[in-house]
């Protein structure tokens, strides 16, 4: 999944491989089938490196079975040279973008460990005081700790 940055016609997401595109020199969006202004996308595909199209908004926003699929080229096919190009660098950003996935998912696991590890300690520290309350009768709980 790529990246997404604004549009000047369509808040949402990347789809299909592509991000919305920052461009200002592009004709008016034409309306989709669903008589929504369609957005405009930058392909991050092999076939298609840096080829921007128009969208169905409803689409873009990757709710599954919404949007009338509507879809329309706005550059001419990228010619060998860009191609040649542009690939390594849709390849490079795919693995940054894979990589930063992979980190976050570490970070989302490290943080529940953490928290996990605080909630059996408090759980831990309240039952050894109540336990000690149980065995002194209500008086107050006096432990040694004894580094060895």
């Known amino acids: 999944m790529s990246q997404s940055y604004s549009s000047p016609y369509h808040r949402g997401g990347g789809s299909r491989g592509s991000f919305t595109s920052k461009w200002n020199d592009l004709p008016e969006p034409p309306l989709c089938l669903c008589n929504l202004r369609a957005c405009v996308k930058t392909s991050m595909t092999n076939g298609n490196p840096g080829r921007r199209f128009f969208d169905c908004p409803m689409f873009s926003a990757g709710v599954k079975g919404s949007g009338c699929d509507y879809f329309q080229w706005i550059d001419p096919p990228t010619c060998p040279r860009e191609e040649e190009m542009l690939l390594p660098l849709v390849k490079k950003m795919k693995n940054m973008e894979v ?50």
Not at 111 to 129: F, P, Q, R
Not at 136 to 144: F, K, L, M, R, V
């Open 99 to 148: 990589k930063a996935r992979k980190r976050k998912m570490k970070e989302n696991c490290m943080l529940i460990s953490m928290i996990a590890s605080w909630v059996l300690l408090a759980a831990t520290v309240i039952y050894c005081y109540f336990k000690c309350l149980k065995m002194n009768d209500n008086s107050t709980c006096n432990y040694e700790f004894v580094l060895e």
